[in-house]
């Protein structure tokens, strides 16, 4: 019989300095979504020469904000490029790791020669999808930041969601919008200019 008191996350602030302390795994979320810097204060001496200022939590620290919303955007989109990397080294045939092993090629050598060339276009084309998902992060920072601290976080994509939806600035979402697309464009032509000449394509 489950005795846990629910907990709604409306009223979740006004619970959480009398809520018991085995509530569970998900009133433990609401704590740490409502008091960011909850166990913070062990960690403030060690992090104090990697520039932490006493008193503020990472997400409320302009300097470690957006390096923090970057980790975060890395972690959410590390499975799908582990998938493609996995299946990619499926496809490689195992015959000609044999073969490179029966020639004398050392593991590096095998890596280096054969496996990493027939990795290329997976590794080319997580690339370019990172490189066009990064200039589309919105979620998390809209999730952990809102922007903030100081505009630190507020991303190309974030600032045409609050020209557009929070100040009712149409016209200045729209040019954000047509600059978004046109930096997306040339980063993607140049990346298929100077790194598609590496990619090898089996035939």
Same mark, same amino acid.
């Given at each position: 019989?489950?005795?846990?008191?629910?907990?709604?996350?409306?009223?979740?602030?006004?619970?959480?300095?009398?809520?018991?302390?085995?509530?569970?795994?998900?009133?433990?979320?609401?704590?740490?979504?409502?008091?960011?810097?909850?166990?913070?204060?062990?960690?403030?001496?060690?992090?104090?020469?990697?520039?932490?200022?006493?008193?503020?939590?990472?997400?409320?620290?302009?300097?470690?904000?957006?390096?923090?919303?970057?980790?975060?955007?890395?972690?959410?989109?590390?499975?799908?490029?582990?998938?493609?990397?996995?299946?990619?080294?499926?496809?490689?045939?195992?015959?000609?790791?044999?073969?490179?092993?029966?020639?004398?090629?050392?593991?590096?050598?095998?890596?280096?020669?054969?496996?990493?060339?027939?990795?290329?276009?997976?590794?080319?084309?997580?690339?370019?999808?990172?490189?066009?998902?990064?200039?589309?992060?919105?979620?998390?920072?809209?999730?952990?930041?809102?922007?903030?601290?100081?505009?630190?976080?507020?991303?190309?994509?974030?600032?045409?969601?609050?020209?557009?939806?929070?100040?009712?600035?149409?016209?200045?979402?729209?040019?954000?919008? #047509?600059?978004?697309?046109?930096?997306?464009?040339?980063?993607?032509? #140049?990346?298929?200019?100077? #790194?598609?000449?590496?990619?090898?394509?089996?035939?």
């Amino acid at each position: 019989m489950n005795t846990h008191a629910p907990v709604s996350v409306s009223d979740s602030g006004s619970r959480l300095d009398n809520a018991p302390a085995d509530h569970g795994r998900g009133s433990t979320i609401l704590r740490l979504q409502d008091r960011p810097t909850i166990g913070k204060a062990p960690l403030d001496g060690r992090l104090m020469p990697l520039g932490r200022r006493g008193g503020t939590g990472i997400l409320q620290d302009p300097t470690w904000a957006l390096p923090a919303v970057s980790v975060a955007t890395i972690w959410q989109n590390l499975g799908f490029t582990f998938i493609l990397m996995s299946a990619a080294l499926q496809s490689i045939p195992d015959e000609l790791l044999e073969a490179a092993r029966v020639d004398g090629a050392t593991a590096w050598r095998r890596f280096r020669q054969v496996t990493l060339p027939l990795l290329s276009p997976t590794v080319f084309f997580a690339t370019v999808i990172g490189a066009i998902s990064a200039f589309q992060a919105f979620g998390q920072i809209d999730l952990l930041t809102e922007g903030g601290p100081l505009d630190h976080t507020r991303v190309l994509t974030y600032y045409l969601y609050t020209a557009a939806f929070k100040s009712s600035n149409d016209g200045l979402a729209a040019v954000l919008a #047509v600059a978004l697309f046109g930096i997306t464009l040339v980063l993607t032509l #140049v990346q298929l200019r100077l #790194v598609e000449r590496r990619v090898f394509y089996a035939r």
